[in-house]
Nanobody, 123 residues
Framework: VQLQASGGGLVQAGGSLRLSCAASGRTVHSYSMGWFRQAPGKEREFAAAISWSGSVTHYADSVKGRFTVSRDNAKNTVYLQMNSLKPEDTAVYYC?????????????????WGQGTQVTVSS
């Protein structure tokens, strides 16, 4: 399975970005998808995740109410709509392919990772 993330960029505080992550290859089971992020000098942290059906989502407290995760299974693509961005949202964002249909906030529950896309929020 290969994951290709896109949509990152430079935005002013208060602005919005939409990240996309397309999965290709042999996606043989009903998989959840997650978004994680890593800021400079910090460890990778969970941001959002969505179940295979799209009916269950999880968010980190730091992004709840501002970020929305969604997916289009016909396109094997997951999205992360990020609104009201803050400078502290600056990080490399990674999408990940889950081992289970139910979403997880734990990185070890994801088997494949995208290459990351840079999001920079200026103050």
């Amino acid at each position: 399975v290969q994951l290709q993330a896109s949509g990152g960029g430079l935005v002013q505080a208060g602005g919005s970005l939409r990240l996309s992550c397309a999965a290709s290859g042999r996606t043989v089971h009903s998989y959840s998808m997650g978004w994680f992020r890593q800021a400079p000098g910090k460890e990778r942290e969970f941001a959002a995740a969505i179940s295979w059906s799209g009916s269950v989502t999880h968010y980190a407290d730091s992004v709840k109410g501002r970020f929305t995760v969604s997916r289009d299974n016909a396109k094997n693509t997951v999205y992360l709509q990020m609104n009201s961005l803050k400078p502290e949202d600056t990080a490399v964002y990674y999408c990940a392919y889950g081992r289970w249909a139910s979403p997880s906030m734990v990185g070890s529950d994801y088997d494949y990772w995208g290459q990351g896309t840079q999001v920079t929020v200026s103050s």
